[in-house]
Nanobody, 124 residues
Framework: QVQVVESGGGLVQPGGSLRLSCTAS????????IGWFRQAPGKEREGVSC????????YYADSVKGRFTISGDNAKSTVYLQMNSLKPEDTAVYYC?????????????????WGQGTQVTVSS
């Protein structure tokens, strides 16, 4: 019954902005985390950001800190990733994932459910 769906990707010029959305359903809130990962062609999937649904704690990769912001709207069961000052190296498929009781927020195997991915392309 658990479902994770992300959307909001697209084509944007360097320096531009995009906002990704992730909706999750069929889960309980206890010890729940939502993470954003990305994967570029030929590269490993890497953690971008994470938010604790329980207490609002947030985490960011060094490469996006200061440019990206993760937030949540519990009324809509939605987590957002606001991406500003985008760079060509941000180009990737972005995935939303759901996990519980995480030990490491940026490790793929910590998460149980994944969305289908949304393409973000940063190019002039």
């Amino acid at each position: 019954q658990v479902q994770v769906v992300e959307s909001g990707g697209g084509l944007v010029q360097p320096g531009g902005s995009l906002r990704l959305s992730c909706t999750a359903s069929g889960f309980t809130l206890d010890y729940h985390y939502i993470g954003w990962f990305r994967q570029a062609p030929g590269k490993e999937r890497e953690g971008v950001s994470c938010i604790s649904i329980s207490d609002g704690s947030t985490y960011y990769a060094d490469s996006v800190k200061g440019r990206f912001t993760i937030s949540g709207d519990n009324a809509k069961s939605t987590v957002y990733l606001q991406m500003n000052s985008l760079k060509p190296e941000d180009t990737a498929v972005y995935y939303c994932a759901s996990g519980y009781g995480l030990r490491y927020w940026n490790v793929v195997s910590e998460y149980d459910y994944w969305g289908q991915g949304t393409q973000v392309t940063v190019s002039s």
